[in-house]
């Protein structure tokens, strides 16, 4: 019985940028277990090879070494292509590190998507974007017409992306949609000082180093399982009717940073390791009360509790580490 997220038979080929990084990664493994051809593009800034090694005998799967800021570079690889998951992006925490980069990969490279995708004539293109663009809520829960007043480059970037997904849209009636990400953590979750706080919180414990908290640890999250963001992308992908719209991909759970150092500390009998406290970094929104009625009334149903989803995240790094000991 096919799924109802599965896109079985609505697509045939789709392209993953960012196919090596930590959701792309289980995008392009979910595809491919629908059956589908899939082109992954990725330039391995972020994204990981090993991410995709257990697929590599996998004769529906391309590999594409290949940079999303040059045009002429990636276009050819979205020939024949039915759906773009656009993917790829500079990230939240090298934004400070490079704002020039960030705006280079998350406005120019998008456009470049764009661009390629109506050249080759693409049917759906999907959007990833981020939670960042709102800024610091005025009211809650935040919802998708909450105004968009980013406070940092990231979100400034991710909004500029924004905005050429919508005027794609309108001018040429793409069909295109966009996905706000919320701290989404699962396994692949990059565990370096440049990734999620789930995984580098578990990366300290597993070596037996305080966790460190920027702020007081009051700051709420909405923390969303990468299994349900992959479902997010492929329902939307599949649903007629919702172009140019934009969707917050957040689970609902409310979680303080405080709360999940404790649950980390607590999943490894780790708590004698302890909490370090720095000041404030620069940007970061203290709260995130998000929701998620609109993905929901397409049919989007969350299906993994945070406790669960923490657990199988924080036993996948245990296990990734353990194999470079």
């Known amino acids: 019985m096919v799924g109802k997220y599965s896109l079985r038979g609505v697509y045939k080929r789709?392209?993953?940028?960012?196919?090596?990084?930590?959701?792309?990664?289980?995008?392009v493994e979910s595809l491919l277990a629908d059956g589908l051809e899939v082109v992954s593009i990725d330039n391995y800034s972020t994204g990981k090879r090993s991410n995709l090694e257990h697929l590599s005998a996998e004769r529906r799967l391309r590999?594409?070494?290949?940079?999303?800021?040059?045009?002429?570079?990636?276009s050819p690889h979205l020939a024949?292509?039915?759906?773009?998951?656009?993917?790829?992006?500079?990230?939240?925490?090298?934004?400070?590190?490079?704002?020039?980069?960030?705006?280079?990969?998350?406005a120019q490279g998008t456009f470049n998507m764009l661009e390629a995708a109506r050249e080759h004539g693409v049917n759906k293109f999907v959007h990833a974007s981020t939670g960042s663009v709102y800024g610091?809520?005025?009211?809650?829960?935040?919802?998708?017409?909450?105004p968009v007043n980013p406070t940092s480059y990231y979100g400034?970037?991710?909004?500029?992306?924004?905005?050429?997904?919508?005027?794609?849209?309108?001018?040429?009636?793409?069909?295109?949609?966009i996905l706000r990400y919320f701290h989404v953590y699962g396994p692949r979750q990059e565990m370096g000082d440049l990734g999620g706080v789930t995984c580098i919180f578990g990366r300290r414990a597993v070596k037996n180093e305080p966790l460190i908290i920027f702020g007081d640890g009051s700051q709420v999250r909405s923390f969303t399982y990468v299994?349900?963001?992959?479902?997010?992308?492929?329902?939307v992908a599949r649903t007629s009717g919702i172009s140019g719209q934009a969707f917050n991909c957040a689970s609902g759970s409310r979680v303080t940073i405080k709360e999940l150092?404790?649950?980390?500390?607590?999943?490894?009998?780790?708590?004698?390791i302890g909490i370090e406290y720095?000041?404030?970094?620069?940007?970061?929104?203290?709260?995130?009360?998000?929701?998620?009625a609109r993905i929901k009334e397409l049919g989007m149903e969350f299906t993994m509790p945070f406790k669960d989803g923490l657990a199988m995240t924080l036993d996948w790094l245990a296990k990734d580490i353990g194999k470079y000991a």
């Open 156 to 177: 400034v970037s991710k909004l500029a992306g924004e905005k050429y997904v919508r005027a794609f849209q309108h001018l040429y009636g793409m069909d295109a949609v």
């Open 136 to 146: 610091v809520a005025q009211y809650y829960p935040t919802d998708e017409a909450h």
């Open 80 to 106: 024949g292509a039915d759906v773009v998951f656009h993917e790829a992006c500079s990230k939240m925490t090298m934004c400070l590190i490079d704002p020039a980069r960030d705006l280079e990969v998350n």
């Open 278 to 292: 720095r000041d404030w970094k620069i940007g970061d929104i203290k709260v995130f009360d998000v929701s998620n």
């Open 227 to 235: 299994g349900d963001v992959v479902n997010i992308n492929k329902l």
């Open 14 to 27: 789709a392209v993953v940028t960012g196919g090596a990084g930590f959701i792309g990664s289980h995008l």
């Open 261 to 272: 150092a404790d649950a980390v500390l607590a999943h490894y009998k780790k708590q004698h």
């Open 63 to 74: 590999i594409v070494d290949c940079d999303i800021t040059d045009k002429a570079a990636v």
